[in-house]
């Protein structure tokens, strides 16, 4: 099954609200990141937060985690309508070959309306 | 300054024919990764190379799926007698080091239409 499952599946907010999209997991995890993608093309890298990490923040972009709840939540403040777009977390984990990994979501859908 | 760049953008192949996917990672960046992705999905993790390596290929199908990475040109993932089912965005990212501690950086993606 999905490592990280997004919450919730679409959002669609006014210009100038906040975001919140939400992520839950289920083993151990070295990092969690998010991703944002516009329709039609690649992923394009947010933040990164360390399992040791309780919140970051970056330009209007605030990501908090909780390993003891497996979850996580990233907050856009004051969106724009370039914001929309969906976004996926990332779970980051040794895999049992050996080697690292990441676990994506089925991602957000986030409408921001002007 | 360019980033991770895969073509062609848009693959359109009928049943039985193969499929060669291309990716030429950032200046700098010698680890690539593939990834699938179905419509209304997250990304699946597929392979993980370095320079004429396979480091995981733990999520790659057994049969008619192959991936490399040679030391001079781009990776290329090559799926055989491609399959209805086969149809998906493919997106590569590279990074400058090991999977663990560096950020991926994605490509556009190649779109492959299996007719």
């Known amino acids: 099954s999905q490592q990280g499952e997004e919450d919730p599946q679409a959002l669609s907010i006014q210009e100038g609200e906040n975001a919140t999209m939400n992520c839950s997991y289920k083993?151990?995890?070295?990092?969690l990141q998010w991703y944002r993608q516009n329709s039609g093309r690649g992923l394009v890298h947010l933040i990164l937060?360390?399992?040791?990490?309780r919140e970051k923040h970056s330009g209007r972009l605030r990501v908090t985690l909780d390993t003891s709840k497996k979850s996580s939540s990233l907050l856009i403040t004051a969106s724009r309508a370039a914001d929309t777009a969906s976004y996926f977390c990332?779970?980051?984990?040794?895999?049992?070959?050996?080697?690292?990994?990441?676990?994506f979501g089925k991602g957000t859908k986030l409408s921001v309306i002007p | 300054n360019a980033g991770v760049m895969q073509n062609p953008r848009h693959l359109v192949r009928r049943r039985g024919q193969e499929a060669r996917l291309r990716c030429s990672p950032m200046?700098?960046?010698?680890?690539v990764y593939w990834y699938r992705q179905l419509p209304e999905e997250g990304l699946k993790f597929m392979v993980y190379?370095?320079?004429?390596?396979?480091?995981?290929e733990s999520g790659m199908p057994k049969e008619r799926f192959s991936a490399e990475f040679p030391k001079e040109g781009p990776s290329i993932l090559r799926i055989q007698q491609v399959v209805r089912g086969d149809s998906a965005a493919y997106f590569c990212?590279?990074?400058?080091?090991?999977?663990?501690?560096?950020?991926?950086?994605f490509g556009a993606g190649t779109r492959l239409s299996v007719l």
């Open positions: 083993t151990s995890i070295n990092n």
């Open positions: 200046k700098g960046h010698s680890h």
């Open positions: 990212a590279s990074s400058l080091g090991e999977a663990a501690k560096n950020i991926q950086y």
């Open positions: 190379l370095q320079k004429e390596n396979i480091i995981d």
């Open positions: 990332a779970t980051g984990l040794y895999s049992g070959a050996g080697s690292y990994q990441l676990t």
């Open positions: 937060i360390r399992s040791n990490e």
